[in-house]
């Protein structure tokens, strides 16, 4: 049975930099993709980046685009999610999670596969 990690969330302060990595850990299977969600307090889920499994292409939320960067090494079955130019409202507890779908999946229903989190707090 296949498990993802996370860690690497923090406390930080505004302007600075983060690096989460999620692992895959158990028997191997392949996945269309793999994303980044992150829940702030009193708020739903929210997507928040992507990557997928083949070509590498990724997709971002508007409210993340040029300071957040997803990476992965299939190798290492790690995915990692570079943070830079943090804001408080960046603070969240980050999620990453599978999809067996191809294309750049954005709804939390298509993610079938969920680490525990991992929180990330921005001081200002």
């Known amino acids: 049975q296949v498990q993802l990690v996370e860690s690497g969330g923090e406390v930080v302060q505004a302007g600075g930099s983060l690096r989460l990595f999620c692992i895959a850990s158990?028997?191997?299977?392949?996945?269309?993709?793999m994303g980044w969600f992150r829940q702030a307090p009193g708020k739903g889920r929210e997507f928040v980046a992507i990557?997928?499994?083949?070509?590498?292409?990724?997709y971002y939320a508007d409210s993340v685009k040029g300071r957040f960067t997803i990476s992965r090494e299939n190798a290492k079955n790690t995915v990692y999610l570079q943070m830079s130019g943090l804001k408080p409202e960046d603070t969240a507890v980050y999620y990453c999670?599978?999809?067996?779908?191809?294309?750049?999946?954005?709804?939390?229903?298509?993610?079938?596969?969920w680490g525990q989190g991992t929180q990330v707090t921005v001081s200002s």
């Open positions: 999670a599978s999809t067996p779908s191809y294309g750049l999946r954005r709804q939390e229903s298509e993610y079938t596969l």
């Open positions: 158990g028997r191997t299977v392949s996945t269309g993709g």
């Open positions: 990557i997928t499994r083949t070509a590498g292409t990724q």
